[in-house]
Structures are given as C-alpha cells and as structure tokens.
C-alpha cells in the first residue's frame, strides 16, 4: 500500500467522515448516520467454502480499507448496515469485481456465523428442530443478511476510466447473454463527479477535500473557490495532509499547528511562484551578459543593479 492509500485510509477512518460520506452518498446529505452509532470492525472478510468436502485452501480472505457497522433503531428495532470504503488513488480495472469479491464474503460471513449459532440452538431439547433443508445449510428460512454497501472514492482530480460493472468488463455485449449474468455496480465517489452545489451537503471537511482536488489543476478556479469558504481558513491538518499527498499540492504546515490558513497559504504559494519566476528571469539575464559581453558574474549582476543580498543568492545558483 502506497503513502497516499495509507494516508486517505486513515483519513477515512474518523467516524464523522465516515458518516459524512455515506449520508451524502446514500441520504443526498440528510442526516440519517450517527457518527456515534457507528463501530469498527475487522477490515478483513473470510468466505468459507461450504460442504463437508471443502479445503481450507478454497478459503477467501480479502481486506477491506476501512469497514464499519452501522447499529440504527427504525420502528424501535435494530437496523444493522455493513458499510464499507475503498480508497483509490489510481484507477482500478477491476474495481467491479474487487468489490464484488468483498461483499460477497461478507455475505459468506453473516451465514456462517448464522449457521453456528443456529446449530448450537438445535441442541437445546427445548428448541423446536429445524427441518432437513435449514438444518443441511445452516441458514433458517426466517433468518435474513444485513445489507453490505461498499463505496469506492476515487480521489483524484481526475475522471474515472475504468469499468463500473461487471457487464462492463465482459467480452460480450449480446444482450441475450447478458439478461442471464448477474451484474454487479460499482458506487462510485469523484472530486470531479461531485457539482459545485452539491459541495454544501457535507457536514465535515470533506467537502474542502474534495472540491481542493476537483480544481487541483485549475489554479485560477481554485483560488477562487478558496477565497469564497471561509472554512479554507482554518482547515484541519489531516485535510490538509491528505490534499498535499494526493493533489502534490505542497501547502506548508506550520510546527505543531492542528489548523492551517488555506487562503494565505495559497498566497504565499504565489508569492514564491513569482519569486522563482522573478530569479529565472534575472539568473537568464546574468547569464546572457556573462556570455555575450564577457562579464564576470559580480560585473554582470552590477550592471543590471541587483542588490548585495540578491548578488550573494544568485552566485550559489550560477
């Protein structure tokens, strides 16, 4: 796993970005995911082959970058959600089946674990017997998987080019073949799929993640989005970690600082590109007297007054 997988891994890992993420993708921002009735699970997914004859080398085991569950009441019942996230930050040609692998294991998983508790209830004479077709898989007529929902967030400023679904990644497009494979979607999360007015739905930063990525290349439009949020103006360091590994963006942190100034960082970002803009020109300037009028470097810089400071700056760079 790369520095910047590690980094949105982690990032993604906070609760109340978790539960931003999914209440913007699955409830158009509403506020139905508590981030305090959310708890860490395992990352790791084992689907256990079934039948008496199965090896333990069929066994499949696949980890998850971040995957918790969702306990919610509904009705005064319990509601249980398995919701998972993967963290891209380069295109995954086989992003369908990946995740399709994932949920499936979790499903293998709930059964398995409803196989066993149901066999040991069959040993209490006081519970009535399952019959031969519950008792061969283990998984009762009356018993029910909770959903598992995986989003991919692709952060990247760029657009996603790989398939969404299994369809997709088939040699075929007869629709008469494909009526009769199962299909399998990818939900997928992009800085650039994300609209302007849609921004407003996150509840954390990671609306300012996201819409520093998505203009990421557009400098001009991105100084402008900066200006106009105030929230740029105290950001939080880990937000800011995450734009500088996955957008190369180079904002400077300041020492112990938990909170950056996005606007005046850009702004001395400019700065300094128009300093190093301003020294090329000069350094060039130097160099062409030097070569045309066979200058020494202390005669060229004099002539084009450059200041004593400036002389002893630009002689470590000729």
């Known amino acids: 796993m790369g520095a910047a997988d590690s980094k949105t891994n982690e990032y993604m890992s906070d609760n109340n970005r978790f539960a931003d993420l999914f209440n913007y993708y699955l409830y158009d921002g509403e506020q139905v995911i508590d981030p305090d009735n959310l708890r860490e699970l395992d990352p790791s997914a084992v689907a256990l082959p079934y039948g008496d004859g199965a090896k333990s080398s069929d066994v499949i085991q696949k980890y998850r970058d971040v995957f918790k569950l969702l306990a919610a009441m509904e009705d005064d019942n319990a509601e249980y959600l398995l919701l998972g996230v993967e963290d891209q930050t380069h295109v995954h040609y086989a992003m369908p089946v990946k995740d399709m692998l994932y949920d499936a294991a979790q499903y293998a998983k709930q059964i398995e674990q409803t196989a066993k508790i149901n066999r040991a209830k069959s040993k209490d004479p006081l519970v009535s017997k399952p019959c031969s077709d519950e008792f061969l898989s283990g998984f009762y007529k009356e018993d029910k998987l909770h959903p598992v929902i995986t989003l991919v967030v692709y952060w990247s400023p760029d657009e996603w080019d790989g398939p969404l679904s299994i369809h997709e990644m088939l040699s075929t497009t007869d629709e008469r073949i494909l009526k009769h494979v199962p299909d399998y979607r ?72 938990e909170e950056v100034n996005m606007c005046i960082a850009i702004q001395e970002m400019q700065k300094e590109a128009a300093t190093k803009a301003t020294d090329k020109t000069l350094l060039d300037s130097i160099r062409n007297l030097m070569d045309t009028l066979k200058l020494t470097a202390q005669q060229a810089m004099d002539a084009l007054k450059i200041s004593a400071d400036d002389q002893k700056r630009f002689s470590q760079m000729l």
């Open 186 to 257: 990818i939900n997928l999360i992009t800085p650039r799929g994300i609209d302007d007015k849609d921004f407003e739905k996150f509840r954390t930063s990671l609306a300012e993640a996201f819409q520093f990525i998505k203009y990421s290349k557009d400098k001009e439009k991105l100084a402008e989005v900066i200006a106009q949020d105030a929230d740029y103006e105290h950001l939080d360091r880990r937000t800011v970690e995450v734009i500088n590994e996955v957008a190369k963006a180079g904002i400077q942190i300041p020492q112990g600082a």
